[in-house]
T-cell receptor, first 112, second 114 residues
Framework: GEDVEQSLFLSVREGDSSVINCTYT??????LYWYKQEPGAGLQLLTY?????DMKQDQRLTVLLNKKDKHLSLRIADTQTGDSAIYFC????????????FGAGTRLFVKA | KAGVTQTPRYLIKTRGQQVTLSCSPI?????VSWYQQTPGQGLQFLFE???????NKGNFPGRFSGRQFSNSRSEMNVSTLELGDSALYLC?????????????FGPGTRLTVL
């Protein structure tokens, strides 16, 4: 089946690291993504990882993938108040056409 | 390059009416996907179009339909609106609609059904 799960809320202090976790069920996923949505805005692609990779680092963002456990995480180093947003984990698959399944989103609160 | 544009941005309808939403993809992008975002259900995949053909469809009733034109612009239509159709409808475009593509999202159309 196709399902992506993530915790709904995370609260951190400014300057700390944030870790947002996600689990997915479809082993045929080829790419896994992290999107950010700020209030009143559409989704912005933050980063993605190919399913045969374990880790990807992009400035303050580190993505870890445990394919055996179907677990994906996003670590944001030195979290800032501007990072407050909803973060969506997503998996994509080619099923005779493009399809992306999103998690429910994790709302990140950053306290000054 | 201009981003993905969606019109209208806000819409208020009453139950039983129908509505048409429009999405203009980034120039050169041939794949357009539609999603429904609600607080309770999160982001749910509606359908994906490529070269005027619907290639993939999510689990939505037949009241939800769409089409894509030769210029890749896409419309989605919802007939016989229900209160539960109130949501943010997002469209996303990508060059070829394959997993190696990056999807770019529009700002969404917020539909309120009274």
């Amino acid at each position: 089946g196709e399902d992506v799960e993530q915790s709904l809320f995370l609260s951190v202090r400014e300057g700390d690291s944030s870790v947002i976790n996600c689990t997915y069920t479809d082993s045929s996923s080829t790419y896994l993504y992290w999107y950010k949505q700020e209030p009143g805005a559409g989704l912005q692609l933050l980063t993605y990882i190919f399913s045969n990779m374990d880790m990807k680092q992009d400035q303050r963002l580190t993505v870890l993938l445990n394919k055996k456990d179907k677990h994906l995480s996003l670590r944001i180093a030195d979290t800032q108040t501007g990072d407050s947003a909803i973060y969506f984990c997503a998996e994509s698959m080619d099923t005779g056409g493009f399809k992306t399944i999103f998690g429910a989103g994790t709302r990140l609160f950053v306290k000054a | 390059k201009a981003g993905v544009t969606q019109t209208p941005r806000y819409l208020i309808k009453t139950r039983g009416q129908q509505v048409t939403l429009s999405c203009s993809p980034i120039s050169g992008h041939r794949s357009v996907s539609w999603y429904q975002q609600t607080p309770g259900q999160g982001l749910q995949f509606l359908f994906e179009y490529f070269s005027e053909t619907q290639r993939n469809k999510g689990n939505f009733p037949g009241r939800f339909s769409g089409r894509q034109f030769s210029n890749s612009r896409s419309e989605m239509n919802v007939s016989t609106l229900e209160l539960g159709d109130s949501a943010l409808y997002l469209c996303a475009s990508s060059p070829r609609g394959v997993t190696t593509d990056t999807q770019y999202f529009g700002p969404g159309t917020r539909l309120t059904v009274l």
